[in-house]
C-alpha cells in the first residue's frame, strides 16, 4: 500500500486568466516557499430521511465543493528589484495590484563605468547607499548608489552590463490595495507524494478561484517577517500525477525572510521602539454561488476591506505620547515601516481603542491603528503618490 509523507507535500499556484477557470500549475509555479500549508476540502451533504418504518434514513445529497488555502511564507526579496518576490503571485489574489517604480536610462550606458543618467528628477528621490536594479532585455544587475547628481547616479562599483535607452533602472515594485483587483484570483494545486519511491507518483488536489486576506507580521524581534494567506476558492479534482508532472521547486533557494532587527517604525516622522508588527488588509471574502458550476461556486471576490496595523511600542512621556486623547480626537498619521529589503507605508492611520500593556517588564502600548483612506477633507490625496483608494503600500525596495 502506498503511503504519503506530511513533510514531502508542494503547493504550487498560478494565477487565473480568467476568474474561476482552473489552470494546471507546473515547475514554474513551485516557486513560493510555504510553510504549514493547508489545502482543504469541504463537501456538503444534506441528509434525507423519509418515512420508511424505522430511524435509518436514505442516500444524502452530495452538497456544494468548497475550497479553502491558508499558508505562510517569509517577507523575502527576490534579489532584484526588476523581479516580484515569490508570494507576490498570491499576493494579487488579496485584492493588490502591482506598481513597478522605475525610471528610464537616458542615453546610451556603457559596462566598464559607473555613471548612470536616467530620465526626470534625480535628486530627493534615491539615497546613498541604496541598492537599484538595472535591467535591458535580458541583461540585468544590481547597483548600490554611491552619489546623487541632479540627473544621473554615480554606482560603488563599475557596471557588468552595457544598457541601451530601451532599459530601466528599478528602484522597486509595489502592492497597492485597490478595487480593480477585488477578482483577481489564483488556482492552486498540492501534490502529495509517496513515500519510499525514487521516482514517486502523486496524488495532486486540484482547486482554484481562490480570493483571500493577507497579513504581514512579525511576532518579535527574532522572529521573521512573515506574509500569511487565508483563501477561499472551490474544489476542481483530485488524481493521480505521474512523476514526471509532478512539480519541481524552481524558486529561489537562498532567499531569506526579513526580520525587525535593523528595522525601523516611524508614526508621524516620530521613531518607535517595538517588538511586534502586523498589517492585516482586512479582507472579508465571499464566494460567489452558481448552481451551472461542478463545485456550486464561481470563484472568491473580495467584498469588504478593513485594513488594520498592530505594533507594541514603549510608552513615552504623556506630553507626546497620549494615546487616550489621541483615540479621542480621531488623530491620523502617517506609518513608515522600513525593513532591510521592504517599506510599508499607511498615509492615514488612526488610533483606535489603545491599550496599556507591559512588555518585558516596561510599559508599552498595545496599538491598533484603522488604515484610512488617503484623502484629505478637500479630498485631495495625503500620499500624492498613491490613488486616494489606497489605504496602504508594500514596496520591494522604495519609490523613486
Not at 506598481?99 to 556603457?110: F, L, P, Q
Not at 532585455?137 to 554615480?154: D, H, I, K, Y
Request: charged share 15%; net charge neutral.
Amino acid at each position: 500500500m502506498a503511503t504519503y509523507s506530511t513533510n514531502t507535500q508542494i503547493v504550487a499556484g498560478k494565477a487565473e486568466v480568467t476568474p474561476g477557470t482552473v489552470l494546471a500549475t507546473a515547475s514554474a509555479d513551485f516557486t513560493t516557499k510555504f510553510t504549514a500549508a493547508e489545502l482543504t476540502v469541504d463537501i456538503g451533504s444534506e441528509r434525507k430521511k423519509f418515512a420508511n418504518g424505522n430511524h435509518s434514513s436514505g442516500i444524502s445529497v452530495p452538497g456544494s465543493a468548497a475550497a479553502s488555502f491558508k499558508g505562510s511564507c517569509d517577507l523575502a526579496s527576490s534579489g532584484s528589484y526588476a523581479v516580484e518576490p515569490d508570494f507576490y503571485k498570491f499576493a494579487k489574489a488579496c485584492g493588490h495590484t502591482v506598481v513597478d517604480y522605475k525610471r528610464a536610462i537616458s542615453g546610451a550606458t556603457a559596462s566598464g563605468q559607473k555613471v548612470v543618467n536616467i530620465a526626470g528628477t534625480v535628486t530627493g528621490n534615491f539615497t546613498i547607499g541604496q541598492v537599484v536594479t538595472l535591467k535591458g532585455g535580458v541583461l540585468t544587475e544590481n547597483c548600490t548608489v554611491a552619489t546623487v547628481g541632479t540627473t544621473s547616479l554615480t554606482m560603488l562599483s563599475n557596471l557588468v552590463n552595457s544598457y541601451t535607452a530601451a532599459g530601466f533602472l528599478y528602484a522597486g515594485q509595489a502592492l497597492q490595495p485597490l478595487k480593480a483587483a477585488d477578482t483577481s484570483t489564483v488556482s492552486i494545486e498540492a501534490f502529495e507524494l509517496q513515500t519510499g519511491v525514487a521516482s514517486p507518483v502523486s496524488r495532486k488536489l486540484a482547486c482554484g478561484g481562490f480570493a483571500g486576506a493577507m497579513d504581514i507580521k512579525a511576532d518579535g524581534i527574532g522572529k521573521s517577517l512573515t506574509v500569511e494567506f487565508d483563501m477561499q476558492g472551490k474544489y476542481a479534482s483530485l488524481a493521480e500525477a505521474s512523476f514526471a508532472n509532478t512539480p519541481v521547486f524552481s524558486g529561489n533557494c537562498t532567499s531569506v525572510g526579513d526580520t525587525l532587527l535593523g528595522t525601523t517604525l516611524t508614526v508621524g516622522g516620530v521613531a518607535t521602539t517595538l517588538s511586534k508588527f502586523n498589517l492585516s488588509s482586512g479582507n472579508a471574502v465571499t464566494r460567489i454561488e452558481d448552481g451551472s458550476d461542478a463545485s456550486g461556486y464561481l470563484y472568491g471576490i473580495i467584498e469588504k476591506r478593513e485594513p488594520v496595523v498592530t505594533c507594541d511600542p514603549l510608552k513615552a512621556s504623556a506630553t507626546t505620547d497620549n494615546e487616550y486623547a489621541k483615540a479621542i480626537a480621531a488623530t491620523t498619521a502617517e506609518i513608515i515601516l522600513t525593513t532591510a529589503h521592504f517599506q510599508i507605508r499607511v498615509p492615514n492611520a488612526q488610533t483606535v481603542a489603545p491599550k496599556s500593556a507591559n512588555r518585558n517588564g516596561v510599559q508599552s502600548w498595545e496599538k491598533t491603528y484603522e488604515c484610512q483612506g488617503n484623502c484629505t477633507s478637500a479630498g485631495a490625496a495625503i500620499d500624492t503618490v498613491l490613488p486616494t483608494e489606497a489605504t496602504y503600500e508594500i514596496i520591494h525596495g522604495k519609490r523613486c
